[in-house]
C-alpha cells in the first residue's frame, strides 16, 4: 500500500502491516492547511506535542495540556482525508496509572477522531501499553530521545549510545510486547535503530535514526525552515519558509509606509465585483 494508491484512511494495523515492505511518510500537523497540504503524500500525520514548541513558544514539551492536543487534533482532522490521525498523550497524562492513561486516551480519541495515540517510553510504561491496547486504543510508542524526559535524560542529547544501547533495545522488546502497532525511534545511532528494525515485528519510524528504519518522520516546521530556533543534525531543510515569510512582510511594510500598497487593483470602485 502507499499513499498514493490508498482510498481511505488506513489504520493502526494497516500501518504494522507496512513494516518491511513499504517506506511509511509521517510528518507533525498542527493547523488544518497543513494538513490538507500533507494528507495526499501521508501514510499518518502525528499531531505531535511539539506544537507547544513551535507554535505556542514554549521552551519544550513539557507545559502542553490535553485541552492544546485536542484543539490541533480537531483542527487536524479537519484536514485529513487519506492518512490516519495520531495524537500525541502530553506530559502528565499518562504516567501516574494505567487507568489515567484510558481516561486521557479515550478522551483524545473522542474529541478528535484519531484513530491512535502515541506515548513516551520504554519498559517501564508498557504496563500501561497492554492496558491501552486491551481496551481498544492503540499505542504508538516512542523510544530513545524522548523529549518529555529531557530533565532525566540529561537534555537533547542522543541516546543508546555505549552502555546506553541495551537499555534502548530492552525498551524496544518491551513496548513490542506489550502490543504497541509502531514505534517512533529517536536521536539514536544508526546501527542501533537498525538492529530494533530488525528484531522487533513492528515497523520503526526514524527521527534521527537511520534510513533503515520502516518510515520517518519530520517535525513540519523544521523541514520547510519556518522554526529556526535550533536545527539538529537529523533534520533536512526542505524548504526556506521562514526567510521567504519574512521577506513578504519586510516588502509588506515598506510598500505600507511608502503608499505603495494598496494599489489600485486591490481597491473596490462604486461598481462591482464585490469580492
Ligand atoms: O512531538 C513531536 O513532534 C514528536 C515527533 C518528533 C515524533 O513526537
Redesign the pocket.
Known amino acids: 500500500m502507499s499513499a498514493t494508491s490508498r482510498k481511505s484512511a488506513p489504520l493502526p494495523d494497516d500501518i504494522r502491516a507496512m513494516k518491511g515492505a513499504t517506506p511509511i511518510v509521517s510528518l507533525?500537523a498542527y493547523t488544518t492547511p497543513m494538513a490538507e497540504l500533507m494528507d495526499p503524500h501521508c501514510d499518518f500525520v502525528?499531531v505531535?506535542?511539539?506544537v507547544g514548541m513551535v507554535l505556542h513558544g514554549l521552551p519544550n514539551?513539557l507545559g502542553v495540556t490535553m485541552e492544546m492536543m485536542i484543539l490541533h487534533g480537531q483542527a487536524v482532522a479537519r484536514g485529513l482525508k487519506t492518512a490516519m490521525l495520531v495524537v500525541?498523550m502530553p506530559f502528565g497524562s499518562y504516567e501516574e496509572s494505567p487507568a489515567q492513561a484510558f481516561r486521557n486516551a479515550s478522551r483524545l480519541m473522542a474529541e478528535t477522531g484519531c484513530a491512535a495515540v502515541k506515548l513516551e517510553g520504554g519498559a517501564h510504561i508498557a504496563d500501561t501499553i497492554a492496558f491501552l491496547v486491551a481496551r481498544g486504543v492503540p499505542v504508538m510508542a516512542?523510544i530513545g530521545l524522548t523529549p518529555q524526559s529531557i530533565n532525566t535524560l540529561g537534555g537533547y542529547r542522543v541516546q543508546g549510545r555505549d552502555e546506553g544501547a541495551g537499555k534502548v533495545l530492552r525498551d524496544a522488546r518491551a513496548i513490542a510486547e506489550a502490543g504497541a502497532f509502531s514505534v517512533?525511534l529517536?536521536k539514536l545511532p544508526a546501527p542501533l535503530s537498525d538492529e530494533i528494525t530488525r528484531e522487533i515485528r513492528i515497523p520503526t519510524i526514524g527521527?534521527g535514526a537511520s534510513a533503515g528504519c520502516d518510515g520517518q518522520?519530520l517535525?513540519h516546521y523544521d523541514m520547510l525552515g519556518l522554526f529556526t530556533a535550533f536545527k539538529p543534525k537529523f533534520v533536512k531543510r526542505y524548504a526556506h519558509l521562514g526567510e521567504e515569510a519574512e521577506r513578504a512582510i519586510a516588502t509588506y511594510a515598506e510598500e505600507v509606509r511608502a503608499r505603495a500598497f494598496p494599489a489600485e487593483e486591490h481597491v473596490y470602485s462604486n461598481k462591482a465585483p464585490n469580492t
Open positions: 507533525t502525528l505531535g506535542d511539539s514539551t500525541d516512542h517512533v529517536e527521527i518522520i517535525v
